[in-house]
């Protein structure tokens, strides 16, 4: 009991955490920064990943743990590194709404977040259910930072943030998705991926920037 | 077997098609595997008149009377497209646009375009179910920004970004689906999201959960959809994808994602037991048909244009669907399948409009029955078609919807009557003078292939005064299916 | 197949049912449309064959109509293997319908042999074209009026409408074709609209939309009266009531001569059709107050038609505004029916209702007659102006004694028919002050004066008309080459002519048709017991009219009166030149204008125009008038609405700002807000 | 309908068309008594006629059919209303072949193809006289209608001989709604035959004649038979106003015996008389209006018809 307590306790700092790097991402502005609070990210889930596995003996969440490990912690920051290295980005230009406000709005996600999940949570059977609010906090914060910022190659991170709330959420609602839908989601995730690094390219060849103010060329009026 | 067939012949043209997309008999190439699949489709589509629903592959895989005339109908229009395809891409060619090399792009993601369809239609479980959607959205970027031109860039961009944003929504709705399921099957191995599992439990499935749920799969899934206000990929990426692309993106791509909508509705609305599902479906219906109305009214670019129309005939679908009952259903039913049929028409004569005046702008294109009657008359009946005149089958079910709303949500209907007035003047002025009036371009050099065209609306013109028995069967038991 | 199986059963049953033999004869006319497609641009089979087939048709069709008005108790119904899964297309003859159908088989087939000579290669769309759409027109036309559920008579009504429209657009190639082309199909859209609802209300719940529900169903006074308003907005618009009317003037004169005829002569019936099948058969219940809204706006139409009439210049714009002056009087009519049968007074409201009818068949005659008379004229001179037209009743004699036929009757002059529904109409008005209603039996008959205030402008207008075009001295010279138009269109013409003298010379033909309908609507019918030759349709000691005495009348007594001339004056006739005042300069120019004729109205109605003037200034040399007179309505109705939708649509432009953060945010937004409503709720 | 009522058919006819021309030179001499004028005699328009008659036709050179057959048209139409007014008996064989609201239409029609003639040869003055004359129509009509309708809710009928009979029924009664009725009707025939004030039968100055503008290029024959017709005009307009307002002397149903005919005749030309005298007395004291004051006169006699109908719906009288 008293183990099970203990573990339950260290998942919550890892929540915890989790979110303070969301906030970290939401007012960072170093896109090199940004990649490796991303990385963080990614150790995190990993960790958390590894100790419900073992917690509630699910052999399958190891492997989605070593997923998460191999995509998110190695494989896309190093892609990404290697990306704005030979893009040459190294700062997102302003946000478009400035970090204090943002702050100000991510804390009100945050609770709204909280009371969303707390009825729910209660019916959770699973540890980790408390930190289902963190994870729903996650993906709103993520989505602010999508809305607040400029560059695309920031957009995308904050995109990839979303997906590690998701992951956070699968995990601590339901210990995690059934393997075939976490090998399709990661595929996806990949290829998507992927398919972002061909268009930076493009867009860059096109517009000679990844400023996404280039991109308003299509609208009404 | 039929199964496999439609989802591996696809996959394999892909395959095939990534290896020789760039000969010339690539085209042909891509007509006959689609063809195959049209004909599996139909061995399929038999099986199930004959047999009735079936599941299959541990369940994994779902043939009903709601995906089953959706499977046929994406078979179908994959593969006339593909026959619109051949002498479309070759003209786009000739005039510079393409190279081979993207051609090959284009053929092999156009198969696995029609395989990430054909999974998100047949497939039981609401995670592959997500799984196929996401393949679906990432083998059309690449197809809408295959020009490569800055606009189709930004097109492409946009298209990912809000439709990626919008599936991780839907990711989220899915884990809160799975997270109630558990509660109610308990945690063995995959059954937990098969519809059919979910469907049979859900009345004793968390309604509140289910409630939060569906808020997410329905921002999810209708990003894709086109519901307003998560609509705006849609005319960038209608406007600037090569033509045949926004034929099965407006044609199929948002059928599918709406079937998507309709299954998570139909579970929900199963456990809340309240008209929550029903009432945001309609209200999105609405603002998706007057919003995409007065969108319309503006628009300088043809393909714009008609993709607006998509968002307001995706309005007036998902608003017949949250109508509810045995006849709106039905007539939602009808409405996406006619509606298909008739935008893909539409953006086929469209597609050669725009290369026989050589602009996509409405007012370079003039005069169309005076250079090449086939395509101003194939334009001029389908914009009709799809504002709703009789006898065409989109009257048909706009008949049944209006006359439903009238009687069961009177408020309803002057949006209604707004949406499709405004649409029609919005459409009509613009294409009377695209088709009427002088011209002084030149035909085309291939002859288009607008066989496609008439086909397209003569079954949509026999819809509107005659449907097969079987298919009304189907409808009907689709219908009460959705409940 | 399934047609194959149709036709069977036609075959089959033919000798039982004039119903199958009515569907075969419309489906003869979409097959000789499709044959049309067989050559399109030979424009020999078309005139030589499908035309007068065509025409054949109409008759047998008239034929039909004419025998179900008379055997019309038992209505005949079918039901078609067409249609939706659970909504197959029911067809039903019975009186009213029968009516219509006589309508649009006489009309129609004076028409179609006109069209045949008519119709030339080189304008516009290919003949064989022109046949398609023509006949479809009329097949169309043919099934609204047999159609007895909502949604094959929303069909064929539809269809009706997009095939006019196709070929009031056959010249496409002239904006202001287009322009009224699409200002017509749109609002005929938008009204089919509102017939849909008024169907949705009817059917009250039960999900058949067959008509025979719809009779059954009970609905409530409010849902009722909505089901009224929406069917009147929907017919009102096809029929040109004001404000509804903007289409009109543009659509009928921009068509070929032979379509506006069908349109202003056959198609706006339909909608009268409509409305009386709607309001007399469907709904179980009328209130007073539609019946005071009908003839509010038929009057209003009438008076707003006549009165633009009279100050058009363009000779088919003229008829067209006539045509929305004969359809406010053809409400007018039903309106006094409306208010008679909600009061119980069934006598009289059959009086009304026999005269909205048989006015109804008589515009189809006249309107159709004068529109093709202008379509000769058109053919001839080229010309449609009244200011370029003139004195041609010596150049196309035949052409212009028709003309004047149509022109008398048309403005309501005995002994002609158009005479006999304005007569009867003012009868029926006679008895208003029986309501038992204190304010309505004061008001109402006021209507009377405006009644004939609308009729004795319509004569004001065809002198106009008639006397612009036919009369005076040619105002071009190309005027002399023009000449009579072929046998065919003659034809045409005197056929339409005869219809007209016809029902003017015995009107208890048409009374006794009119009175089967009212006999079923509402279970009364007029008077007609009388000999053939004279009608009392109430009683002879209360009014009582004689065409055929009239006439004969006039005839002996001009006979005798020229013999008596001839045998006792012995002058001689010597021709010389007209007076010219003393001022021997005078060219043909100088004869009174169009815009002449219409000045004492314009400054007697100023009020109803928007006029703008040109005038000289003092020291121009080459001094030019000009004035422009426009309709306030469209500045304040239509014009309001199409700039708020441009203002809304702007508005709504701006959501897409091209910025893909505010996508985000709207997407972002609606998640949250929803989640809030979820929550809520 | 025996052979005697065909006679008294014709000996009407005869009659209206015999008295027609007196009663306009009986106006005429009047009018010249009340100016101080020395007067013509009562036959003058009678050898008025016999000179035109006796005339070369001078017919401008490019008049159609039409222009020729209008006088004709004009007279026979005249002479058919004659023919249905009960102006001596009410058993007349015509009587049901118009009501009164038709006996309008025949005069409209008259009137149409009168503008019509005017407008065939395509002088300004022609149209310019058929486009007043058909305005001065379309403003008379309505309060004609209303004259009309006054009498059909007195007598329940429409048909001249019912109401003649009707108000027989109750001798020398005068309803208030009559009298509004009556001043509108003669405000009406003023207008309708062409007489002050709207127009001026005697003038020919150019610019202010209607019915004159219209006849101008008649001659001869012509001329004779289109004035002869507007005489039965004025008679037979008389003679419905007789019909309406002061219908004692006819002869009724089952009381039409010679005796009663010769009667009627002498009550009727006793009527002429003081009508006659009391037109040229009311065109004496007034002026002629200016063309547009004409929607203003009219529209007083409309006034004065409505206001009758609505007293006597008021006051049930």
Excluded at chain 2, 4 to 23: H, I, S, T
Excluded at chain 2, 113 to 135: C, D, I, K, Q, S
Excluded at chain 3, 393 to 406: E, K, Y
Excluded at chain 4, 232 to 255: D, E, M, R, S, V
């Amino acid at each position: 009991m008293h183990h099970s307590h203990l573990i339950a306790e260290l998942l919550k700092l890892l929540a915890s955490i989790l979110l303070l790097i969301s906030f970290a991402m939401l007012s960072q502005r170093r896109t090199q920064r940004l990649i490796t609070l991303f990385a963080l990210q990614g150790v995190i889930l990993f960790v958390s990943t590894c100790i419900v596995a073992y917690s509630a003996g699910l052999r399958e969440l190891y492997y989605s743990a070593a997923l998460t490990l191999l995509l998110k912690v190695i494989a896309l920051p190093w892609i990404f590194n290697r990306l704005i290295h030979r893009l040459g980005i190294r700062w997102d230009s302003e946000p478009l709404v400035n970090i204090p406000i943002t702050m100000l709005v991510g804390l009100a996600l945050v609770i709204f977040a909280f009371g969303l999940a707390q009825p729910i949570s209660m019916m959770a059977t699973t540890i980790t259910r408390n930190t289902l609010g963190i994870a729903l906090a996650v993906i709103l914060l993520a989505f602010l930072m999508m809305i607040s910022r400029r560059m695309a190659v920031t957009q995308v991170i904050g995109f990839l943030a979303m997906e590690n709330g998701l992951f956070f959420a699968a995990t601590s609602a339901t210990y995690g998705m059934p393997m075939v839908i976490e090998l399709g989601i990661a595929l996806d995730l990949l290829v998507g991926v992927f398919i972002l690094g061909i268009f930076f390219f493009q867009i860059r060849e096109q517009f000679e920037s990844l400023d996404l103010s280039n991109l308003e060329a299509l609208r009404e009026d | 077997m039929d199964l496999l067939l439609v989802l591996g012949l696809p996959l394999l043209g892909a395959l095939l098609l990534a290896l020789f997309g760039a000969r010339r008999f690539a085209a042909e190439l891509n007509v006959g595997m689609s063809l195959a699949t049209l004909l599996a489709a139909a061995l399929l589509v038999l099986r199930v008149i004959r047999h009735g629903p079936m599941l299959a592959w541990h369940e994994q895989f779902l043939v009903d009377s709601f995906n089953v005339f959706l499977v046929a109908l994406t078979a179908f229009v994959g593969f006339t497209t593909a026959i619109f395809s051949r002498p479309y891409m070759r003209i786009e060619e000739e005039h510079g646009r393409l190279n081979p090399r993207r051609l090959r792009l284009y053929h092999s993601m156009y198969q696995l375009f029609m395989a990430a369809m054909f999974l998100a239609l047949l497939t039981n479980n609401m995670g592959l179910l997500w799984v196929a959607m996401e393949a679906a959205t990432l083998s059309t970027v690449l197809l809408v920004s295959l020009y490569r031109t800055r606009a189709s860039l930004e097109a492409a961009w946009k298209y990912f970004i809000l439709c990626g944003v919008g599936i991780a929504q839907a990711l989220f709705g899915t884990i809160l689906l799975y997270f109630a399921a558990e509660q109610a099957l308990g945690r063995e191995g995959m059954t937990a999201l098969l519809w059919t599992h979910l469907n049979a439990v859900k009345g004793q499935l968390e309604p509140r959960v289910l409630g939060l749920a569906f808020v997410f799969l329905l921002v999810g899934y209708g990003t894709k959809v086109g519901l307003a206000p998560l609509h705006n990929w849609l005319p960038d990426a209608h406007a600037e994808g090569p033509t045949p692309v926004s034929a099965v993106l407006s044609g199929l791509l948002l059928n599918v994602a709406l079937y998507a909508v309709i299954r998570c509705k139909i579970l929900v609305e199963g456990s809340i037991g309240s008209s929550l599902p029903s009432q945001m479906l309609m209200g999105f219906g609405l603002l998706s048909a007057v919003l995409g109305a007065f969108f319309l009214w503006r628009q300088q670019d043809i393909k714009r244009l008609y993709g607006y129309s998509s968002i307001e005939h995706m309005g007036i679908i998902t608003f017949a669907f949250g109508l509810g009952g045995p006849v709106a259903n039905f007539a939602a039913l009808l409405h996406m399948t006619v509606h298909s049929l008739t935008k893909s028409s539409i953006f086929f004569a469209a597609g050669h409009a725009s290369q026989t005046a050589g602009t996509q702008r409405m007012d370079g294109i003039r005069g169309l029955v005076v250079i090449s009657p086939t395509i101003g008359w194939g334009l001029m009946l389908g914009s009709l078609a799809i504002l709703g005149m009789p006898p065409f089958g989109v009257f048909a079910s706009e008949f049944l919807i209006l006359t439903t709303a009238m009687r069961e949500h009177p408020w309803s209907t002057p949006f209604l009557l707004i949406a499709l007035g405004v649409a029609f003047a919005g459409i009509f002025r613009r294409v009377q003078p695209m088709v009427f009036g002088e011209s002084d371009a030149r035909p085309l050099p291939h002859s288009p292939a607008l066989v496609p065209v008439f086909v397209h609306l003569a079954m949509v013109l026999t819809l509107g005064v005659y449907m097969p028995p079987p298919l009304a069967e189907w409808f009907r038991a689709a219908a009460r299916l959705i409940g | 197949m399934s047609l194959y199986s149709l036709l069977f059963r036609c075959i089959l049953t033919l000798s039982l049912h004039d119903l199958h033999l009515l569907l075969v004869l419309v489906l003869g006319w979409l097959i000789l449309g499709l044959a049309g497609l067989l050559r399109p641009h030979r424009v020999g089979l078309v005139a030589a064959v499908l035309f007068p087939v065509g025409a054949v048709i109409a008759l047998g069709v008239a034929l039909l109509g004419g025998i179900a008005l008379m055997a019309a108790h038992i209505p005949q119904v079918a039901v078609l293997p067409l249609g939706l899964p659970d909504l197959p297309f029911h067809v039903r003859l019975d009186a009213l319908s029968g009516f219509f159908l006589l309508l649009l088989g006489v009309a129609g087939a004076g028409i179609s042999i006109f069209a045949a000579g008519y119709f030339r290669s080189g304008e516009g769309t290919a003949p064989g074209l022109h046949c398609l759409q023509y006949h479809t027109f009329l097949a169309s036309m043919a099934l609204v009026v047999l159609a007895d559920d909502a949604y094959f008579f929303m069909v064929a009504w539809e269809t009706m409408a997009l095939s006019s429209y196709f070929l009031v657009t056959s010249q496409h190639r002239i904006p202001e074709i287009r322009r009224a082309g699409f200002l017509y199909l749109l609002i005929a859209h938008v009204g089919a609209l509102c017939i849909l609802l008024s169907f949705g209300v009817l059917q009250g719940g039960s999900w058949q939309f067959t008509f025979d529900s719809m009779r059954s169903a009970r609905l409530t006074p409010f849902w009722a009266s909505t089901a009224f308003l929406l069917a009147l907005v929907g017919f009102g618009a096809k029929a040109g009531l004001v404000p509804l009317h903007v289409w009109l003037p543009e659509a009928h004169p921009a068509a070929p001569s032979p379509v506006s005829a069908m349109m202003s002569g056959l198609m706006l019936k339909t909608a009268v059709y409509g409305v009386l099948r709607i309001t007399f058969d469907l709904l179980h219940i009328r209130y007073w107050w539609w019946g005071v809204l009908v003839l509010i706006v038929g009057l209003f139409s009438g008076l707003f038609g006549a009165i633009f009439a009279a100050v058009q210049t363009d000779m088919k714009r003229l008829l067209a505004y006539s045509s929305i002056e004969n359809i406010g009087l053809i409400f007018a009519g039903i309106g006094l029916a409306i208010l008679f049968e909600a009061f119980n007074l069934r006598l009289f409201a059959a009086l009304a209702l026999t005269a909205a009818l048989i006015h109804s068949l008589n515009h189809s005659l006249f309107k159709s007659l004068l529109f093709l008379a202008t379509g000769s004229v058109l053919h001839a001179t080229n010309h449609r102006s009244l200011g370029k037209l003139g004195g041609l009743i010596r150049r196309m004699p035949w052409v212009a004694t028709l003309a004047l036929i149509g022109t008398l009757a048309i403005a309501g002059l005995p002994p002609l028919n158009g005479f006999i529904s304005e007569w009867l109409l003012l009868q029926s008005f006679l008895f208003t002050p029986q309501i038992p209603h204190a304010f309505l039996n004061m008001v109402v008959p006021l209507g009377a004066a405006a009644l004939v205030l609308i009729a004795a402008l319509a004569a004001y207008v065809m002198v106009k008309f008639y006397g612009i075009i036919f009369l005076g001295q040619p105002r071009e010279a190309s005027l002399a080459e023009a000449h009579d138009p072929g046998w065919l269109e003659r034809l045409g013409l005197a056929w339409l002519a005869l219809g007209c003298v016809l029902i003017g010379v015995l009107p208890k033909i048409a009374l006794r048709a009119a009175g089967s309908v009212t006999g079923a609507l509402l279970g009364q019918a007029v008077n007609v017991s009388t000999p053939f030759w004279w009608i009392a349709p109430i009683a002879p000691a209360q009014a009582s009219y004689s065409g055929l005495v009239l006439v004969g009348g006039i005839v002996v007594v001009v006979g005798i009166t020229y013999v008596l001339v001839r045998v006792l004056a012995h002058g001689r006739v010597r021709r010389t030149v007209p007076w010219d005042c003393g001022y021997p300069w005078q060219t043909s120019r100088m004869q009174d204008t169009a815009e002449g004729f219409g000045q004492p109205i314009l400054h007697m109605f100023g009020p109803f125009f928007r006029i703008e003037r040109d005038t000289p200034s003092p020291s121009d040399c080459s001094p030019h008038y000009r004035i422009h007179i426009e309709d306030r309505l469209w500045r304040a109705i239509y014009q309001p609405i199409e700039i708020a939708v441009q203002h809304l649509s702007n508005a709504i432009g701006t959501l897409q700002g091209g910025r893909l953060a505010t996508y985000l945010l709207y997407s972002f937004l609606t998640l949250i807000g929803l989640l809030v409503f979820v929550l809520w709720a | 309908m025996g052979v005697i009522s065909l006679v008294r058919q014709f000996s009407v006819v005869l009659l209206a068309v015999a008295l027609a021309p007196l009663f306009a030179g009986w106006i005429a001499q009047c009018r010249a008594w009340l100016q101080s004028r020395s007067a013509p005699p009562l036959v003058q328009p009678y050898r008025m006629l016999r000179k035109l008659f006796n005339k070369d036709v001078a017919l401008a050179k490019d008049a159609s059919p039409l222009f020729r057959a209008t006088p004709y048209i004009l007279f026979g139409t005249m002479v058919l209303a004659a023919a249905i007014i009960p102006s001596i008996a009410t058993d007349l064989p015509f009587a049901r072949v118009a009501d009164a609201i038709a006996l309008i239409g025949i005069f409209a029609t008259a009137r149409v193809f009168l503008s019509l003639a005017a407008m065939d040869i395509g002088t300004a003055f022609g149209t310019m006289g058929a486009r007043r004359d058909m305005m001065v129509g379309f403003l008379a009509e309505p309060a004609l209608l209303m004259v009309l309708f006054n009498a059909f809710l007195l007598s329940g009928s429409t048909a001249l001989p019912s109401l003649v009979e009707a108000y027989s029924a109750h001798p020398l009664s005068m309803n208030p709604s009559l009298t509004f009725a009556a001043v509108a009707f003669v405000m009406v025939l003023l207008a309708e035959n062409s007489r002050i004030p709207i127009d001026n039968p005697t003038t020919h100055l150019e610019l202010t004649m209607i019915h004159e503008a219209m006849v101008l290029e008649y001659s001869a024959r012509h001329l004779a038979l289109v004035e002869w017709a507007s005489d039965l005009k004025l008679f037979n307009y008389a003679c419905i106003g007789f019909a309406l307002f002061i219908p004692w002397g006819i002869a009724t149903h089952g009381a039409d015996g010679g005796l009663a005919l010769l009667l009627a005749v002498a009550v009727l030309i006793v009527k002429l008389l003081l009508a006659g005298a009391a037109l040229a007395l009311v065109e004496a004291l007034s002026a002629k209006l200016r063309i547009f004051r004409a929607p203003e006169y009219l529209a007083m006699a409309f006034l004065l018809a409505v206001l009758g109908l609505l007293v006597h719906i008021l006051l049930g009288a």
